[in-house]
């Protein structure tokens, strides 16, 4: 996904994070096992566009086709922005892309962008 007309833009101080391994089998039935469930939760603690609100939760998912190593909350207290169009409770997808680092110069480049 990338940012457009519905997408909520918001950023997160990320809290936790938990990786859990698994495997997949191919049509001919070979195994892969280098796949990887990431699961992160945050804070949101800006909101550039969107009807989030500051404080809220929010958890997230992204799934990997690699293992990682298991070094769980690596990202503990890191900024990120979120561009998503969904607003929920309950933890949502995101692709690669849809949740990049903080970054002061691109987070000046969305705000004179949405003014």
């Given at each position: 996904m990338t940012?457009?007309?519905?997408?909520d833009?918001?950023?997160a101080r990320h809290m936790t994070f938990t990786a859990r391994r698994r495997s997949l089998r191919d049509a001919a039935g070979g195994e892969h096992p280098a796949r990887s469930?990431?699961?992160?939760?945050?804070?949101?603690v800006n909101v550039y566009k969107g009807d989030w609100a500051i404080s809220?939760?929010?958890s997230?998912?992204?799934?990997l086709d690699k293992r990682i190593p298991l070094e769980?909350?690596?990202h503990r207290g890191k900024l990120f922005f979120v561009f998503t169009?969904?607003?929920?409770d309950k933890e949502i997808f995101l692709d690669t892309g849809d949740w990049p680092r903080?970054?002061?110069?691109?987070?000046?480049?969305?705000?004179t962008a949405l003014r």
């Amino acid at each position: 996904m990338t940012a457009c007309a519905s997408t909520d833009i918001l950023a997160a101080r990320h809290m936790t994070f938990t990786a859990r391994r698994r495997s997949l089998r191919d049509a001919a039935g070979g195994e892969h096992p280098a796949r990887s469930d990431l699961h992160f939760t945050g804070t949101v603690v800006n909101v550039y566009k969107g009807d989030w609100a500051i404080s809220e939760k929010i958890s997230w998912t992204h799934d990997l086709d690699k293992r990682i190593p298991l070094e769980a909350n690596k990202h503990r207290g890191k900024l990120f922005f979120v561009f998503t169009d969904a607003h929920s409770d309950k933890e949502i997808f995101l692709d690669t892309g849809d949740w990049p680092r903080w970054d002061k110069t691109l987070a000046q480049q969305i705000e004179t962008a949405l003014r």
